[in-house]
């Protein structure tokens, strides 16, 4: 039986895996992202050796970016214009397949995140959906009709802008692109920039609640009129505190106001907010996810990733 | 040589034609949107006439919405929750499909125009592109990798929250639903009712258009986060104001500042929100090419429609 790599690839902290799914995780490590060379070094180190146990058949990296996806591209495989320090322009796939001689499947961390919840988590059975993860950023992938997203490059759903009551909320915001976008208003360092508190430290009853509840569910509905998604599952620490979830079940409702009548929204709202399944593997079970997907279309080629895992 | 009948079903108007495509448009009428029964009876006559020259391979219907796509659910075919007198719940294929004895493609007026456009305007090439149209609501539909964009129902981008200077600009927005949401801010009856005089009495240096640009930016930069198109069509009533494209580019790329690093948005703005090439026919022909993929596809069953049109 084969067996799969998975590296998450996160701006804080890599995770790896061996196996071929979450009832089969073989193996599983997890270390701080510092500078490129040596964190790479380390993910494959790791793998290399998992690798005398069980041959892999291919890895799966999903990573923070932006990435470039495009396959056709001189920079296919890099982290491209992160603001991390020292990741700018830094080629992820090509180091990885040269010492691990395999084949390796890319994507972003969300995408990933996305196919691993379709094949095993909270979207089983769903063509369209999206995935959210809010914590040290916003960030957003999903599928539409079966297809992973990425068209041009890939969504960037946290920088989208979001309606930002000046008034009610002075905080400008901490996006260095864009202020008072998503991200800019409503990722963990915002909440803990505009109260002075992290977020995990604000009691269930502090106002940060509802202006986070409120800022969140204003980005659902705006995914909800954009892509018209089965289900949005909703990850990332923020998401930890308890209580959110529902007051953002209920704001996205009051946004939506019964225009978009489908009774999966309208009747359902609590199967329609979810959160991931997968919990803190959700990650590099997605990134296993994505190397099961490129292993089985390399053997059929043309065959539809959705057919195959 | 089969032919094939297309109706755009438009709020306003209704507009018919029989063909093969732009080249080959045999015959074409339009007529006022009255009340379902009248109106559809119009179509169906006209359509069964044209018939009598060369019988109808299919019929495609690019309607105003929401409408029901789901061909599982008991009101596939339908117009469902329109504000638009008389038309809530209004069966359209079904009568149709009766009346004339052949295939009925259905799907919204915009997605429908994206084909159109896709298969010979200024989307063509394209798998990832959203299509919006700006007159007497703001509606947009599309294309990722290569599918029409459904999910739950469709999108419904017209809806989408944008950031509201309320300061700047005090008007509450005309939507209904929403008040403020994109299509409440921006669609042509709103600048109407902002400015007290219809936007094409407005001249080319009124205050309205920067604003309207504004608008009209906030919501593209926030599709270009969401879905990350390719190219970005905008078409409708409201954009025929010589000054709004390159205005809206412009603030597009303002909003996005950078982030993006792609060389079709950054370098090619003007090549990446375009006009629709089709003109005053892209929703009959887009109808058209819905009648062409829904024929083609049933002589080839699980074929895809791009490897098809």
Redesign the interface.
């Known amino acids: 039986m084969v067996v799969f790599g998975a590296i998450e690839a996160g701006g804080t902290k890599f995770v790896c895996a061996v196996g071929t799914g979450p009832a089969d995780l073989r193996a599983r490590t997890e270390f701080p992202t510092t500078l490129p060379q040596e964190t790479i070094a380390r993910a494959v180190g790791w793998l290399k050796e998992q690798g005398q146990h069980a041959p892999l058949a291919a890895v799966g990296i999903g990573s923070f970016g932006?990435i470039d996806v495009n396959t056709a591209s001189p920079w296919y495989g890099f982290i491209?214009?992160t603001p991390k320090a020292g990741w700018r322009n830094t080629d992820l796939v090509g180091p990885i397949r040269r010492a691990l001689g395999v084949r390796v499947a890319f994507d972003t961390d969300v995408n990933a995140a996305a196919l691993g919840e379709q094949t095993w988590g909270a979207a089983k059975g769903l063509?369209?959906?999206v995935y959210i993860t809010v914590g040290t950023g916003i960030g957003?992938g999903g599928l539409?009709?079966?297809?992973?997203?990425?068209?041009?490059?890939?969504?960037?759903?946290?920088?989208?802008?979001?309606?930002?009551d000046w008034r009610a909320d002075p905080f400008p915001g901490l996006c260095p692109?864009?202020g008072?976008c998503w991200e800019g208003l409503a990722s963990g360092p915002a909440i803990a920039a505009r109260w002075g508190r992290q977020p995990e430290e604000l009691p269930p009853d502090h106002p940060a609640w509802p202006l986070e509840a409120r800022y969140l569910a204003?980005g659902v509905?705006?995914?909800?009129?954009?892509?018209?998604?089965?289900r949005i599952i909703l990850g990332g620490g923020v998401m930890r505190q308890a209580g959110l979830l529902p007051l953002i079940r209920q704001m996205t409702l009051e946004?939506?106001?019964?225009?978009?009548?489908?009774e999966?929204?309208v009747q359902h709202i609590d199967q329609y907010i979810v959160p991931p399944r997968l919990g803190d593997n959700a990650g590099v079970l997605g990134a296993m996810a994505l190397a099961i997907g490129a292993h089985r279309r390399a053997a059929a080629p043309g065959g539809r990733l959705g057919d195959l895992l």
């Open positions: 932006p491209t214009t063509s369209t959906f957003g539409v009709e079966g297809r992973l997203m990425h068209g041009a490059l890939h969504p960037e759903m946290g920088h989208m802008r979001i309606a930002h692109f864009h008072d204003l509905a705006n995914l909800v009129c954009a892509l018209s998604p089965q946004l939506l106001n019964g225009y978009i009548q489908v999966a929204i």
